[in-house]
């Protein structure tokens, strides 16, 4: 059986061991309306406790998985998360972010109703 997913999230995280249980927990809890998706922590250079933690997610759900990117910079880890997803869409979220219960499933929803676009954008709250 494959291992098929609709979307990849990737994370990519610096330093933020703090805030990054938040964000996979938000992403975990997804009301994904049937939407196969995995999630990808790109770990860019951290020495804080990044990969501890994001390895007890991986433990825990096979829906997460820990890719670590030693070259600093964000468009490294982003790079690299992508060239590691293995759906066809790929989303990104900040290390920092609280991702509303139904950001996938409005995602995959909006690019199926437009498939003329390649790229979305959402409304940021601060």
Aim: aromatic share 6%; proline share 3%; glycine share 4%.
């Amino acid at each position: 059986m494959r291992d098929e997913r609709d979307v990849s999230v990737v994370v990519p995280t610096h330093n933020r061991a703090a805030l990054l249980s938040r964000t996979i927990d938000s992403l975990l809890d997804q009301c994904a309306d049937g939407v196969r998706y995995e999630i990808i922590v790109v770990d860019n250079n951290s020495k804080d406790d990044t990969r501890e933690i994001v390895e007890s997610y991986c433990r825990r759900s096979r829906d997460v998985r820990y890719i670590f990117e030693p070259r600093q910079g964000v468009s490294y880890a982003r790079n690299t998360g992508t060239a590691a997803a293995r759906a066809p869409i790929i989303a990104f979220i900040d290390d920092d972010v609280e991702a509303e219960r139904g950001w996938l499933a409005a995602l995959v929803r909006a690019l199926a109703a437009h498939p003329d676009v390649d790229c979305l954008g959402g409304r940021i709250e601060a």
